[in-house]
């Protein structure tokens, strides 16, 4: 199965209203994978963005998706590549 992958380059400490922000981002990610979209969500453990895994398969669609992001007028990068799950 094809799926996005797609790795977010977000600065946290440059969002003056991150306490706002992320708990409107953890709740459309939540949703977003109780719907079947979002398979993986990785969070960089040095706070510059992430890395998330879609089942959708073709990179307008997964485009489409994160522009509803709430952080993603933050976004400073958000490169896209297709997967295919080995294993």
């Known amino acids: 199965m094809t799926r ?17 922000l992320l708990p409107k981002e953890l ?3 939540t949703e977003l994978k109780e719907k ?3 398979t993986h969500l990785f969070i ?7 890395i998330l895994v ?3 398969d073709n990179f307008d669609k997964a ?3 994160v ?13 896209y ?3 295919e799950e080995e294993y």
């Open 4 to 20: 996005v992958f797609i790795d977010i380059l977000n600065y946290m400490d440059k969002i003056p209203n991150l306490n706002e």
């Open 27 to 29: 709740a459309h990610t």
């Open 36 to 38: 079947g979209i979002l």
């Open 44 to 50: 960089k453990k040095d706070n510059t963005g992430a």
């Open 54 to 56: 879609m089942n959708v």
């Open 63 to 65: 485009k489409e998706i």
């Open 67 to 79: 522009a509803t992001m709430p952080m993603f007028s933050y976004f400073e990068k958000v490169d």
């Open 81 to 83: 590549s297709y997967i």
